[in-house]
Structure formats: structure tokens, C-alpha cells
């Protein structure tokens, strides 16, 4: 089955700078790579996602590249704020019936003022 | 709107003791249903899935079995529990494979 790895357990970046979290995967199939954000002790919300027939998406200060060749993607956040603080999950769609998703370790990101 | 609820918010229980969480979902006919496992502190491992009513795809069981008994209710129950099942469950729906996932609030498990 799919492994998503996600590089960086910990991020730690000041207010303003930009935030990047990288993840790979194993599965050639694998098509659909969304990311979630968790808030300290609550669920989890979709932040973005990116489908493998593109290789950048931007939503605002938001930012997913895709690297198909090397099975690599990743999420940039830029001009980060206090709020952007959370763990962020990056995830891989393997099934192309789109019902399995495998997600990332997380990465537990700190935005100092 | 579609509206996602889980229950129970929290739960204490007994190793041994049986369980049953819920989900249902509200404003979205024939949703996929999803239920994940969070270990503290961990990533999310899916443990079933449903695409429709009364069929329910096991991921990875975990002495846990799940049901679809309403188009748009997701039940995650066992009669046993192990202290290996203390963790956060969540319910999520989708509008179809390969879509935005959306999550319950979720329920804190403790087995003791």
C-alpha cells in the first residue's frame, strides 16, 4: 500500500516568514494529495489539495507544489501569522475509486511573534 | 449546509467493556462515509469506509467493526475494547472518492 512521509515533525518560523512542509510518497498511482490542518485539541479542517494533472496550486497565502517524477509534494505557507499554528497533515489518494487516503506523521508548526 | 455530528464527545471506559460511536451527517444524500483512529500525538490510520448504505470496507480493523445502517449514519462499534483503542475517532464524509474530506469533531476514547 501507500507511505506518505512527511519530513518535518517540527517547524518553527517567525511571524511573516514563509513556512514549508515537504512530504513523499510511494505510489505512482497515487493522484489526489490534499493537506488538513489540526488546531491544538480539535478536529481536522482541508486547507488545500492538488490532483496529479497540475504541478502548483495557490488559495491566497497557500501554496502546494507537486513534483510527479520525483513523488514529492509540498505546502508553502507564506507571510505566516500567529493562527497558521498547528499540525498539518499531507496526505495521498492511492486508490483510484478515491476511498482510501493515507496520510502523512504531521508537522507541528510554531509561528513566533 | 451539510452538517457533520459525532457521539459521544468523550468516553471513558473499562477494558472489556463494549462500545459504540456515531456519526451522521446531514444535507448530503449519499455521501461516502470514513472513520479514522488518531493515537495521541499520531497520524490518522483509516479504518473503514462506505460508498453506500449497508456495505462498509474494512482498511484495517483493529478488533473494531463498523456499519452503515441510514444512508447517513456511520456506526463504529466493538464488544470488546483493549487498551490499545484509547485514541481520537473521527467521522468524515466526502462528496464522492478523491474529494475534499470533511471531519466530525470527533470523540476522545479512554480505555482504562
Known amino acids: 500500500g501507500e507511505k506518505v512521509e512527511q519530513h518535518e515533525s517540527t517547524l518553527s518560523v517567525r511571524e511573516g516568514d514563509s513556512a514549508v512542509i515537504n512530504c513523499t510518497y510511494t505510489d505512482t498511482a497515487s493522484s489526489y494529495f490534499p493537506w488538513y490542518k489540526q488546531e491544538a485539541g480539535k478536529s481536522l479542517h482541508f486547507v488545500i489539495d492538488i490532483r496529479s494533472n497540475v504541478d502548483r496550486k495557490q488559495s491566497q497565502r497557500l501554496i502546494v507544489l507537486l513534483d510527479k517524477k520525483a513523488k514529492r509534494f509540498s505546502l508553502h505557507i507564506t507571510a505566516t501569522q500567529p493562527e497558521d499554528s498547528a499540525i498539518y497533515f499531507c496526505a495521498a489518494d492511492y486508490n483510484n475509486a478515491g476511498a482510501k487516503l493515507t496520510f502523512g506523521g504531521g508537522t507541528r508548526l510554531t509561528v513566533r511573534p | 449546509a451539510q452538517t457533520i455530528h459525532q457521539w459521544p464527545v468523550a468516553e471513558i471506559k473499562a477494558v472489556g467493556s463494549p462500545l459504540s460511536l456515531g456519526c451522521t451527517i446531514k444535507?448530503?444524500?449519499?455521501?461516502?462515509l470514513y472513520w479514522y483512529w488518531q493515537a495521541t500525538g499520531g497520524t490518522l490510520q483509516q479504518l473503514f469506509y462506505?460508498?453506500?448504505?449497508?456495505?462498509v470496507e474494512s482498511v484495517v480493523q483493529l478488533n473494531l467493526s463498523a456499519s452503515r445502517p441510514k444512508d447517513d449514519q456511520f456506526i463504529l462499534s466493538t464488544e470488546k475494547l483493549l487498551l490499545s483503542h484509547s485514541g481520537f475517532y473521527l467521522c468524515?464524509?466526502?462528496?464522492?472518492?478523491?474529494?475534499?474530506?470533511?471531519f466530525g469533531a470527533g470523540t476522545r476514547l479512554s480505555v482504562l
Open positions: 468524515a464524509w466526502s462528496r464522492t472518492g478523491g474529494d475534499t474530506l470533511y
Open positions: 462506505s460508498i453506500t448504505v449497508g456495505q
Open positions: 444535507g448530503k444524500s449519499s455521501p461516502n
